[in-house]
């Protein structure tokens, strides 16, 4: 998903790395349960796509950095353009396109699972303006995240060459301010064009799709910018950014619920206002991970871990270990114990695969790419 900041480890970016593909892999264990109800599943559900949106703020926040000092030391160029693709292409697409690969043979010939439009999956199209089909369902967010890193790159080109009289500093964060300002205005238009009144609907045909969601990114790449551009600002008020973040993910987890705020009833706040609610929690905690330079306690060797191979259980936990784990070994007749259990055999099995892709064909690659 992202590197760390300045090519250095920063823990506090570390940790919520870790926690962010944590929440998403918990989320995923529900299906190992069914039918079965424990306490907090809708709080792990909500975990599941709270992650997504904090690897779009986290990774949003660090490729802005590594743009914007680009934008202002540097003569801003096609070429310029190109070394930031190249290193980005260089960090998700081998991985991607393994998994892509495997889960197609899954599909194919274990499952027999026919994929109608497969080539978009190639391209990223695959969920650009429409709902995309359940096959490699969590390849949703790269989408995403691939766009962005076109997008934004572009813009910031394009300004560049238009906008000679203003200060770069500015001209960036302009160009940021535009591209939400604009994909917030594609979630207007979803509003008062389609009459969704189910959770689920506005799960895969708002909350999933390329066009409604890059401003999520965007929201990163903004905080990118204050980070850099108001230092002791970012210092001063982290810890009343924590605590924004806090109450926001309160109101979003138990709140809403409590207000029965449901989309039936508040389409508007559900179409428009609460993607970017989710992205204001991540941007609301980057001030004072980002600043948690190190630790030295027991579980940090952990986190670091976890981190580092979280790109890895991304791809590697659902649609390659739990699907086959599923297919071959069903769940629907187990005990609850038993399904404990497998969930620990499940979390075990992702880490130890992931592990091995990330030592044995990320890394590599990635040895390569620092070397070109």
Known sequence: MSQPLHNER?????????????????????????????????????????????????????????????????????????????????????????????????????????????????????????????????????SVEEAAYII???????????????????KFLWVVMTLIFLFTLHRVGYHYTTQNTLISEWNLSLKDVVLYRVDAVMYGVLAAWIYINKPNFWKKYALWAAGIGWSVFLYLSLGIGLLRYTIDAYPAFWNIFYLPLTSLIGVCFLPVLSLWKFSNA???????????ISYSIYLIHYSFVLQLMKFYFPTEALSLVEKHLYAIVFIAITILFSWLNYRFFEKPIMDIRDKI
């Open 298 to 308: 027991f579980y940090a060797k952990s986190i670091e871990f976890i981190s580092v």
């Open 10 to 142: 920063i823990f506090g970016l570390d940790l919520m790395r870790a926690m962010a593909i944590l929440m998403v892999v918990s989320a995923h264990v529900l299906w190992i349960y069914g039918d079965d109800v424990f306490v907090g599943q809708a709080i792990f559900n909500f975990f599941g796509y709270l992650g997504v949106e904090l690897f779009f703020v986290l990774s949003g926040f660090l490729i802005g950095i590594q743009l914007y000092k680009q934008y202002i030391l540097e003569s801003f160029s096609h070429k310029t353009v190109f070394v930031f693709l190249k290193r980005r292409w260089f960090r998700t697409l081998p991985n991607y396109y393994l998994y892509l690969g495997v889960n197609i043979i899954i599909a194919t010939f274990v499952i027999g699972y026919e994929i109608p439009d497969l080539w978009k999956y190639f391209l990223f199209l695959q969920n650009l303006t429409s709902t995309m089909l359940p096959f490699f369902a969590e390849s949703w967010s790269l």
């Open 152 to 170: 934004l790159p572009f813009f910031l080109f394009l300004f560049y060459k238009l906008s000679g009289k203003i200060s770069p500093k500015y």
